[in-house]
């Protein structure tokens, strides 16, 4: 059965701008919720085929909530959103977004490249202690792990946001750099936690659009057992 737009519930997302589009879904992994979502139009990549179930579930969601985001913006097309390099999904032209997806919540958003320049946004369930913290010297510095004692944030929820954020920023700095980057590329270097806002600055130029120096606002919302993060300029 396809699904209709009273199946697309709220955001996990910081507020966006009235410019900015957003869709989201909660689905589930079976083969029910993949024919429903391929009953609404959306057509898997031959890539895909033989992929595992989690994988074309997911995909689908995503870019179902990305057909909507688009149709938000006043955009007609029904096609679903090919695959590029690296898996960055193709957005048509005069337009720019991004897709997440995780622990049952797909979540795509989508403008008008006229109004911005670079979008990208990321969900991330939050790991124990345990589990994040072999991963700390992959993702951050010293001095990152400092920012988050001084502001007294529990590793395992600091680990998630920093990781979120970086993800984020990859997103929305690939149509500029068109490579992966690596996390200890970027550096935080300063946290606001009244606003829900970060700041990552690159360590290392990546194209010659972006720099050495630049710094990107990153803003973010914790939501149960959840990350969201921003990247929009």
Same mark, same amino acid.
């Given at each position: ?10 955001? /996990?997302?910081?507020? /966006?701008?009235?410019?900015?589009? !957003? &869709?989201? %879904? ?17 057509? +898997?990549?031959?890539? $895909?085929?033989?992929?595992? +179930? ?5 995909? &689908?969601?995503?870019?179902?909530? &990305?057909?909507?985001? %688009?149709?938000? !913006?006043?955009?007609g097309g029904s096609e679903t959103l090919a695959i590029g390099e ?18 049952g919540q797909a979540i795509a ?14 969900? #991330?369930?939050? $790991? ?16 990152? #792990? ?6 007294? $944030?529990?590793?395992?929820?600091? /680990?998630? +946001?920093?990781?979120?954020?970086? #993800? ?46 630049? #710094? ?13 993060? /921003?990247?929009?300029?």
């Open positions: 059965m396809p699904f209709s737009a009273d199946l697309v519930t709220a955001s /996990l997302l910081p507020q /966006l701008p009235d410019s900015v589009s !957003q &869709a989201g %879904l909660r689905y589930v992994v079976d083969a029910a919720q993949l024919a429903g979502l391929k009953a609404a139009g959306i057509v +898997l990549p031959a890539s $895909l085929a033989n992929a595992v +179930l989690k994988r074309q579930v997911e995909f &689908a969601a995503g870019r179902l909530c &990305a057909r909507q985001a %688009l149709h938000q !913006q006043g955009y690296h898996r960055a999904p193709l957005w048509p032209p005069g337009y720019i977004g991004s897709i997440s997806h995780g622990d958003v989508a403008a008008a490249s006229g109004e911005w320049r670079a979008l990208g946004i990321d969900i #991330e369930s939050l $790991l124990s202690r345990e589990a994040a913290q072999p991963l700390v010297a992959h993702l951050m510095s010293t001095a990152e #792990e400092g920012i988050g004692d001084t502001a007294g $944030l529990p590793l395992e929820r600091w /680990l998630g +946001l920093v990781f979120s954020a970086k #993800e984020s920023l990859f997103k929305a700095l690939y149509p500029f750099v068109g490579r992966y980057f690596d996390f200890l590329d970027v550096e935080v270097c300063e946290l606001d936690q009244v606003q829900g806002s970060l700041m990552l600055r690159l360590l290392s130029s990546l194209s010659p659009q972006c720099v050495k120096g630049s #710094e990107y606002c990153i803003r973010y919302r914790y939501s149960n057992n959840n990350i969201a993060t /921003l990247c929009l300029f």
